[in-house]
């Protein structure tokens, strides 16, 4: 039997739609039932009193993209780790990735996970089934067919690798993208790499040993022939689109104009993207600094790319932030360019990360908040998700704006006990993270620095509800 709690939290800054303000929240049953500015609630005997005074109170983060690695890579990740590392973060809401090892292409495979995550989760949890040439099926039973959209509690939509990935899940080949496209509903979200490109190109580059390759290899006009097309197919079809980790400046000035949320409202196919706290952060200095520990696909880019996301979130051609939480083993990151794996983890540092930018001036608490939590729970129509509003889920994190912490590989929860922020002095540490009220993660004097579970696997947090896209 999933948990729901009932709590009071007192004198937080709250970042609500409206204002920020201090105030207190008050949680009944799971559900955010009042917020008051200026505090003066009054606790019930029945729930718990929490004293905010001093930190900020946010909706809980919403990570639209993570790769927990449940079933098949229990030594990188499994959905339990991948949760509690979530929390530890903020993050009270996720979405997996389905390049498993069996790959999930089934509603058999996607029911796997579904029971998975209610055994072993301690937040919310929402899947992607993958796409291959020839499910079209199973992706209709998952999603439905055009104008017979269905939602199935804890399915987000179709997750399409146009660039290489694991298992069978490489779709490429533009019949196969448009029976996709015109024959399913909901929603589908594109790894966007154009797979001949990348063939065409690895000849040149395949003998090199320097990380620099990597980036010059999977360039940019590789990613914009893989927007480009995509964002073709959902306008000819009117289909959904949310096109996942935009890492190039090239790609995020072609799309301006072209995306808006879904709120927003509009003629034509509703188009979304999202960018990563990792390229918003680094950039080839720090590449040729860090090496394979900043190995992933797309590859992280130049500074001229990061200064145009930037530029591009700002202005709302980005609406929102994820995590492409993908760990690898270290030692299997340390064997060098090119055999080191491809992927980082990023779900435990993403909101300090981005409250860091956020106290640094490249952006504001409340930017953030609308990137990481309100904006992703519009883009994927979720129900009582992403603010601070009576009504909503009651899940919130408290976070500390004021206190400065260094990132250490010891600190984390991922299994595989390392970051790419390490070294990075940031604020923002969650320091409780709750989920329908109840109180799942801390972080005080008493836990130190890396932080305490309060609950056992599976007792908290439910399947995300998300309404469906005709």
Not at 352 to 367: I, R, W
């Amino acid at each position: 039997m999933v948990r729901h709690g009932s709590a009071l939290i007192c004198g937080a800054t709250m970042v609500t739609p409206t204002q920020t303000a201090i105030g207190d929240l008050r949680i009944s049953d799971g559900v955010i039932s009042e917020i008051l500015f200026g505090g003066g609630l009054l606790p019930s005997d029945d729930e718990l009193l929490i004293d905010g005074t001093g930190l900020h109170l946010l909706p809980g983060g919403i990570d639209p993209q993570c790769h927990f690695r449940d079933p098949g890579q229990p030594d990188k990740e499994d959905l339990e780790s991948g949760s509690a590392a979530a929390v530890s973060g903020g993050i009270t809401s996720f979405l997996d990735m389905p390049n498993n090892k069996p790959s999930i292409t089934t509603m058999e495979g996607m029911q796997g996970k579904l029971d998975t995550a209610a055994a072993k989760c301690v937040n919310n949890y929402g899947f992607f089934i993958g796409a291959t040439p020839t499910n079209i099926e199973q992706l209709q039973l998952a999603v439905g067919k055009p104008k017979q959209a269905i939602s199935v509690p804890g399915i987000c939509g179709i997750k399409v690798f146009m660039g290489s990935s694991t298992g069978n899940l490489l779709v490429n080949e533009r019949e196969a993208l448009k029976t996709i496209f015109d024959n399913t509903a909901g929603l589908i979200s594109v790894h966007a790499e154009d797979e001949e490109r990348l063939v065409e190109r690895f000849e040149s580059y395949k003998n090199r040993t320097d990380m620099a390759a990597h980036a010059e290899w999977r360039d940019d006009i590789t990613a914009l022939l893989a927007t480009q097309l995509a964002v073709e197919l959902a306008d000819n079809s009117g289909h959904r689109l949310h096109i996942l980790h935009l890492t190039s400046g090239l790609e995020a000035d072609w799309l301006a104009d072209r995306t808006r949320l879904p709120s927003q409202g509009g003629e034509g196919a509703i188009i979304t993207t999202e960018t990563l706290p990792q390229h918003l952060t680094f950039t080839e200095i720090d590449v040729e600094k860090e090496g394979t520990r900043l190995k992933m696909n797309p590859p992280i880019r130049y500074q001229r790319d990061k200064e145009i996301l930037w530029q591009r979130i700002h202005d709302g051609t980005i609406q929102c932030i994820a995590t492409d939480h993908a760990p690898h083993t270290l030692s299997s990151k340390l064997e060098g360019f090119p055999k080191a794996p491809s992927g980082m983890p990023g779900v435990g540092t993403s909101l300090p990360v981005m409250l860091t930018h956020a106290k640094n001036g490249m952006c504001s608490v409340e930017d953030v908040v609308n990137w990481m939590s309100t904006n992703v729970a519009d883009c994927y129509n979720m129900t009582g998700k992403g603010k601070l509003i009576e009504g909503a889920d009651g899940d919130v994190v408290l976070v500390d704006l004021e206190n400065e912490v260094e990132v250490l590989d010891e600190n984390t929860w991922t299994r595989v006990g390392w970051s790419p922020f390490r070294g990075h002095k940031l604020v923002g540490w969650p320091q409780i993270t709750i989920v329908a009220g109840i109180p799942v993660f801390k972080r005080d004097k008493s836990t130190g620095q890396k932080g305490k579970l309060l609950v056992e696997k599976g007792q908290v947090g439910s399947p995300i509800l998300m309404t469906p896209w005709q």
